[in-house]
């Protein structure tokens, strides 16, 4: 319809209303005036508008990493009450599927192998239980979407680091590595 000048639309209009169809024609009429209207007059934004709009974005900018933040401490929350309590089934749940290892030990692909060799990411290298009862994990310095926290061995060396990171789906568990000790 746009396409059509308004001329080409006015001569429509004449033979409809020789036709009998004067409401439709009127009603038609009132509809494209408007509609022109608005398209030919200029939009004006206020000054006070311009500045609620700028005052929004920048506070909503702002607030991004304490939400950020928030959400985090929200997932730590979760994971760590479940490492606790071995909780298999809600680990799996905010984990993201391969978990990468370390040292060439094979990665963990599913929920069913987590369950399988939960001992082995949580347990075996480190006491993740009583780690995560204690420590709160770091954000990483480069990348805001990233955490991690290192637990001790045996030996007391903070060398099992488990990482974490945000994504689609929300926070996540996405690794489990060993730094060696000299």
Known sequence: MDAISPITHLSHYLILSKLG????VEANLAHETTAMAHRTRPKKLMPGKLVVVLISLVLSTSSFGQDNNNDFKVFWGKFKTAVINSDKNAVASLSKFPIGMSYGIRSIKTKAELTRRYKEVFSQQTDAAKCFATKEPEKDSTNSRKYSVAC???????????????????????????????
């Open 21 to 24: 169809a004067h409401r439709i």
């Open 152 to 182: 001790p061995d045996s030996a007391g060396n903070e060398v099992v680091i488990y990482e974490f990171e945000r994504g689609a789906g929300g926070w996540k568990i996405t690794s489990m590595n060993k730094r060696l000790t000299k």
